[in-house]
Each structure stands twice: as structure tokens, then as C-alpha cells.
């Protein structure tokens, strides 16, 4: 019904003489939650003796911490032996997920999960954008092609080393100059030439999340369309739900299996069995698994369209991207990557333009979420590629590396255009570069670079894209990407809900 969805489960362990749960519910129904609560306590009594639920209602009135207010109680019962510790197997956890899946109470369940067929709408504040209308799509659609196509392209080199990639293509590159050009290797193979990967399937994801709206929020304003409170906010048990099911069936309408090239950070999270429930819970075990030290660049990656939506309101972009970083990743570093790129994103939108000014005001919106801020820094000022190391043998998976190579490509790119109008205007040397230009050239630069290039491509791509906007960016790569239809179809709608015509 969608009444009623369970968002926690915490298990208490103080002692061998003391083990409690704790699961936690939002329900707009109190009437409906006590009738569902009655059902599970006949799976969560089997195990426990103190079983306790939190409630608020849907218009967040209040909080029940309770149950003995209501007209039933939880019986006492001997508890079981089926807690070994933090590290143990917990079966009521698993038997509680299972109960829950079988009545769609997250996943894709329609009733929670509106079709991305109903238009929706959402109202710009006057003033959002120093850019007008026909600039501003220009600049979002530039985001988003400009990430697919830093992906696709950054494919030819990902998880080589620097010296494998010159011996295929060229010192710099000479032999790589279309998705044509891109060697089929047991890797490689697996994607069609000139298609994204993993990186931006989950950037998809994250869009169709934003998209998503609430039936308790809304009102109507035209015949065919809904203006709604609830879109650009990332839900995380509504975005690891749409992650989990796009990593277990990909994007069927395209002929997707599974969600293919899925990184150990994500994967691992997503095994979790309590991830459906409470995917910042599951994300922090795995953290804390790790030895607190994982911090790979699998959430910064898919991070840039959430600078998108809502562009114009900061402190919901910030919360949207820490939000959505946690359903996988609980490092202060990838927060923080994440954060620094969606508002990176937001204020190219909102018609910023220097981006000396721009990397250094972003860089004060974020520093205070990372313990520490010096070494951010290091990488989002990094003079050159080479000062990034994106190759380093056991490190080119690294958060750091992402940020820095998009920082490095929005100041290189304003540089070189400067120069191209300087030397074209003043010394009559030949035709400007093309914002096409320079950014096919830089996008190949860190690909040569190799590592994990396809990650660092589609960040920076995602950012020079809104800079340069999707005018400037290499069309004769556009139209060679096989699933480009599709994406079009995808941006349509974005712009649709921001009220932006084509």
C-alpha cells in the first residue's frame, strides 16, 4: 500500500546475558502499522525477547517509541541461541527481509515507486540560473553526455598500466581517436564499442531516483503533469532498492542480464542482508570491515547528476550527494569526493565561470566533512595528470584520483580556450579550438593515463560537459554510441520536471 516501510533494523549486544533488536518503521497508517507489526512480531518474537518499534507518521508529528501504548504487547519469550555475536548469522534478520520482499514493501513495488511514464514537475525559484533556458539544457545535457561519453571513452585504457596503453594506442594516444579505435580484449569485450559502463548505469540510476515523487506531497497544477515536493531528494532505501535491482537485472529494455562491471566495494555492500532495509547501516559494516581504510571511487563516479537536481538549492545537493555516497560507500573521503563534485556541478549551473574562484569556494563548502581536508586539496589543485598518479599500481581505484582528474580537466579546458581565442583573435595563427576539441583532447589524456580511467573520464567528462556545454562536445562520438535513444529518452524527462523545454 505504501503506507508503511520498514528503514531500520539495529541489533543491541552488550553481554552474553543481554541481546536486544531494534526495527524501525515509517508509516502514514498508524492503524495499518499496528496490524503489520502484529504479523511480524510472530517472526521476531521466535528469537528475541525485547522487540521494539519506532513510528512516525507521515507527517513527521511525532515519534512512538513505545509499544506497550498500543493495545498488544510483546510477549516475553526465552531468547534463543541464534546470536553469536556482531560477527554471527542472525536468522530473524533474514527471515524478517524475506517476509517483507514477499509484500513489495521495497524494491519495485508501484505503489511506492511511481511508473517514470507520469509527468512531474518541479518549480525553478526566479533567479536559479544566470544562464537562460536554452543555455542552461545545454549545460545539463553537457553533463550527462559528456559523462556517457568520458566512460565509453576511458573504457580503451581501464585497468591497464601507462606503458600498456602506449604500446596499443600511441604515446599520447594517436591510435585512439574514435570508440572504433578501441583494442577487444576479454575486458573490453564485454560492452559494445562506444558504450558506458557500470559508472554511469549507476549515474542513470541515481537519475531515475531524482525523479521519483511522493502521492502525499502533491499537487496539481495542469491537466497532465504534477508539481511535487519529493523530487531531487535522494530516499536511500529507495536508491539502494533501485541500485540492488539494476545490479541483479541491469537495464532489461536493453537487453541487460545483470548489471555488468560492478565494483567489489559496491557488490560487497550490496550482499549485506541487511542492505534493503538499511543500506547506510550495511555500508558502514563493510567499512568497518575493511579496517575503516576502503575508500574506492565507486560512489564519486555516479555522483554528477546529482548537481543537477535541485542545481539551484546547495544544502539539499550536499545532503542528496551524502545521501546517496552512504548507500555504498561510508568513508569520509568518498562523502566528500562526492559532495565536492555535485556542488562542483550545481554552480557551473547556476553560471559560474571562473573556476579558479569556483574549485577553491567548493572546496570551503566541503573541507569540514573529511578529517583530512590537506589531502583533498593536494588532489583537487594538482598542477597536472602526473601529479596525480592515476596509474599507481594498488591505488587507481582511489576517490581522491577521480576529483583531482575532473578539477584538473575544468581548469586545463578554460585554459586552453583562452589561449585558442588569444592566439586566434591576436596572432592570426588559424581557427579557434572548439570546445569539441578540447574536450576529446582531454578526455583522452586521462584515459592515457590508464588505471581506472573509464572512472576518472566519466567525472571529468561530467563536469567539462557542463562547462562546455552539449553543443561543444564531440557529436561524431555522440551519435556512435549504441545506447544513445535511450539516454535521450532519459534526459527528456529530466528536463521535462525542471520545467525546461527542448
Known amino acids: 500500500s505504501g503506507e508503511l516501510r520498514m528503514v531500520d533494523i539495529c541489533l543491541d549486544i552488550r553481554d552474553d546475558m543481554y541481546k536486544k533488536v531494534e526495527i524501525q518503521f515509517v508509516a502514514t497508517n498508524l492503524e495499518k502499522l499496528k496490524t503489520e507489526i502484529q504479523k511480524l512480531f510472530g517472526i521476531a518474537t521466535k528469537y528475541f525477547k525485547h522487540v521494539e518499534f519506532t513510528t512516525s507518521s507521515g507527517e513527521g508529528e511525532g515519534v512512538l517509541t513505545d509499544a506497550t501504548d ?6 516475553e519469550v526465552d531468547l534463543m541461541t541464534v546470536i553469536t555475536g556482531l560477527d554471527g548469522e ?25 511508473p517514470l511514464s507520469k509527468r512531474v514537475i518541479i518549480k525553478r525559484p526566479t533567479g536559479a540560473s544566470d544562464w537562460d533556458s536554452s543555455q542552461l539544457i ?27 596503453a602506449a604500446s596499443i594506442y ?39 531516483c531524482l525523479l521519483r515523487y511522493s502521492s502525499e506531497e502533491e499537487t496539481t497544477t495542469e491537466e497532465s503533469a504534477t508539481t511535487s515536493l519529493t523530487v531531487g531528494t535522494i530516499d536511500p532505501v529507495d536508491c539502494a532498492a533501485e541500485l540492488h535491482a539494476w545490479r541483479n537485472e541491469g537495464w532489461p529494455e536493453l537487453g541487460d542480464k545483470v548489471g555488468m562491471g560492478i565494483g567489489m566495494t559496491v557488490n560487497g555492500v550490496l550482499e549485506h542482508p541487511m542492505y534493503l532495509a538499511d543500506p547506510h547501516l550495511a555500508s558502514f559494516c563493510q567499512w568497518v570491515d575493511s579496517g575503516k581504510v576502503m575508500a574506492a571511487n565507486g560512489a564519486v563516479m555516479r555522483t554528477g547528476i546529482l548537481g543537477v537536481l535541485p542545481f539551484w538549492d546547495e544544502d539539499k545537493v550536499l545532503k542528496n550527494a551524502v545521501a546517496a555516497c552512504k548507500i555504498t560507500h561510508w568513508d569520509d573521503r568518498c562523502v566528500t569526493s562526492c559532495a565536492y563534485i555535485s556542488l562542483l556541478i550545481s554552480h557551473l549551473l547556476q553560471g559560474h565561470t571562473n573556476p579558479s574562484l569556483l574549485l577553491n569556494q567548493v572546496f570551503e563548502n566541503v573541507w569540514h566533512l573529511v578529517e583530512n581536508p590537506a589531502e583533498l586539496r593536494l588532489h583537487t589543485h594538482a598542477a597536472s595528470l602526473a601529479d596525480l598518479k592515476l596509474s599507481d599500481e594498488g591505488k587507481i581505484g582511489y576517490t581522491y584520483k577521480s576529483v583531482g582528474s575532473a578539477c584538473w580537466a575544468l581548469r586545463e579546458g578554460t585554459k586552453r580556450l583562452a589561449d585558442a581565442k588569444w592566439e586566434y583573435g591576436f596572432l592570426g595563427k588559424g581557427p579557434p579550438a572548439t570546445g569539441a576539441k578540447i574536450f576529446k583532447e582531454i578526455i583522452k589524456e586521462i584515459t592515457m593515463e590508464a588505471g581506472d580511467a573509464d572512472s576518472n573520464a566519466c567525472v571529468a567528462g561530467a563536469v567539462l560537459g557542463t562547462w562546455v556545454g552539449y553543443s561543444a562536445l564531440p557529436h561524431d562520438l555522440i551519435e556512435t554510441m549504441p545506447n544513445k535513444k535511450w539516454l535521450d529518452t532519459k534526459v527528456d524527462r529530466l528536463l521535462e520536471a525542471m520545467s525546461l523545454s527542448k
Not at 70 to 75: A, G, P, S
Not at 91 to 113: C, F, L, R, S, Y
Not at 149 to 157: E, S, V
Request: negative net charge; aromatic residues 12%.
Open 70 to 75: 498500543w493495545d498488544f504487547l510483546v510477549e
Open 90 to 114: 542472525l536468522p530473524v534478520v533474514q527471515e524478517v527481509m524475506d517476509a517483507w520482499k514477499e509484500k513489495n514493501h521495497w524494491g519495485k513495488d508501484p505503489a511506492t515507486h511511481p
Open 138 to 164: 545545454d549545460k545539463i545535457k553537457g553533463c550527462i553526455y559528456g559523462q556517457a561519453l568520458g566512460d565509453a571513452f576511458g573504457l580503451a585504457t581501464e585497468f591497464m598500466g601507462k606503458a600498456e
Open 170 to 208: 600511441g604515446a599520447k594516444g594517436e591510435k585512439l581517436t574514435t570508440f572504433a579505435d578501441i583494442t577487444q580484449d576479454k575486458h573490453r569485450s564485454r560492452w559494445q564499442k562506444g558504450d558506458w559502463t557500470d559508472d554511469t548505469d549507476q549515474f542513470i540510476v541515481l537519475l531515475d
